[in-house]
């Protein structure tokens, strides 16, 4: 494990006091002003053109004033029973924070100790701790912290399964463990990125940093929306289990696969909306197992398949409708997938496919409805290759 520095500091809650004096001085001249405006309000409402002089003072005056002394007098009494109070609730919230933040801090010692351990059960319940502790958190950064924690430890090597050798059962096991631990962190991470932004333990919103990481594991985001902050999956290995983005919403932020490798398993975006934010596969290397786009809304934002390689498996947007993103595939290579765009509708979308390479496998745009994608009737050349289906009604457009 990477150094403890423990959770960053935070100052959003920091206390800031005005010292008595001033807070007291604010607070008359702000009544005197106040009261000031509503008496002159008042006569001008009541339109009084002057006042009656007297020059003998009547019992009755004095009484009035009198009674207005001690009002004046209850008023300041009443504004510093304000003051003081308001400052009493601000330290005594101060103080309860502090505490809460001391106890988090003890707490994500502790877990970052379990996580550090030899052990991978000790391991497991420290990464149920940081999960914890990352709902808990009295402030967003203190919980981004647990989080990052987590992150980090996907992105640390670790010693490949040695298989099933009986010479080497012991490390097979130790694999076999540190495996569940890792598996435990993806489940947990899609498990709170699920639940509804604003809602008690709910992470969306927050960074997640998996660059590097791999995913051999089931992960499932289904639903999830990602509205904010910067979700990273830049040269992560999908290399097993089951990845669900299906129902999942792309709204804002930043969620990047930037030179990530499909090679195993499945990835599925089935029915995802890209409505906003920017989604990139720049460089991407799809060379195995199955990615769906299966009925995706392309309708906001910018998705990029920039110099992405389509070398294995297959990636299927069939159904899919390109309504109003920026989506390119700019400088991508189809060498050896299987990628269908059966019955996808082009039909407000800047798709792009300017210098695209199409030198294998199996490209099909079949019942694909809409104009052409710009750039692909020049990339795909003519004659068309065998390798790639285009409606006819594309072909008669182009002469």
């Not at 007297?54 to 001690?70: G, I």
Request: proline share 4%; hydrophobic share 40%; net charge negative.
């Amino acid at each position: 494990m990477a150094e403890n520095r423990g959770p960053r500091p935070t100052y959003d809650r920091e206390l800031r006091l005005w010292k008595v004096g001033r807070s007291l001085s604010v607070t008359f001249v702000a009544a005197v002003l106040v009261a000031g405006g509503v008496f002159y309000g008042l006569v001008y409402v009541l339109d009084f053109q002057e006042i009656d002089t007297a020059k003998k003072l009547d019992a009755k005056t004095l009484f009035d004033l009198v009674k207005l002394s001690f009002g004046v007098v209850a008023g300041a009494g009443a504004l510093v029973a304000l003051v003081v109070a308001y400052r009493r609730q601000r330290v005594d919230e101060a103080g309860a924070h502090r505490e809460a933040t001391r106890l988090h801090t003890e707490r994500f010692s502790q877990a970052v100790e379990q996580l550090g351990s030899d052990s991978p059960a000790v391991q497991l319940g420290g990464v149920h701790a940081l999960a914890g502790l990352a709902d808990d958190a009295p402030d967003d950064s203190l919980r981004q912290t647990s989080i990052d924690v987590l992150c980090a430890y996907l992105q640390l090597p670790f010693t490949p399964d040695p298989g099933d050798d009986p010479a080497r059962r012991e490390e097979h096991h130790r694999y076999l463990a540190l495996r569940k631990v890792r598996h435990t962190i993806l489940r947990l991470i899609g498990d709170h990125y699920r639940r509804p932004r604003g809602t008690h333990g709910s992470w969306q919103g927050c960074d997640l940093d998996l660059t590097g990481v791999i995913i051999d594991g089931p992960m499932d985001f289904h639903g999830a929306t990602f509205g904010g902050g910067r979700v990273s999956f830049d040269g992560a290995t999908f290399g097993g289990g089951a990845v669900f983005f299906d129902g999942a919403t792309f709204a804002g932020g930043t969620v990047s696969f930037d030179g990530a490798t499909f090679a195993e398993g499945a990835v599925s975006f089935y029915g995802a909306e890209f409505s906003g934010g920017a989604v990139s596969f720049h460089g991407a290397e799809f060379s195995g197992g199955a990615v769906s786009f299966h009925g995706a809304e392309f309708s906001g934002g910018a998705v990029t398949f920039y110099g992405a390689t389509f070398a294995g498996g297959t990636v299927s947007f069939d159904t899919a409708e390109f309504s109003g993103s920026t989506v390119t595939f700019y400088g991508a290579t189809f060498s050896g997938s299987a990628v269908t765009f059966y019955g996808a509708t082009f039909s407000g979308s800047a798709v792009t496919f300017y210098d695209a390479t199409f030198s294998g496998g199996m490209v099909s745009f079949d019942d694909a409805a809409g104009s052409p994608p710009h750039g692909l009737l020049d990339a795909v050349g003519t004659p068309v290759p065998a390798t790639v289906e285009l409606p006819a009604a594309w072909l008669s457009s182009n002469p």
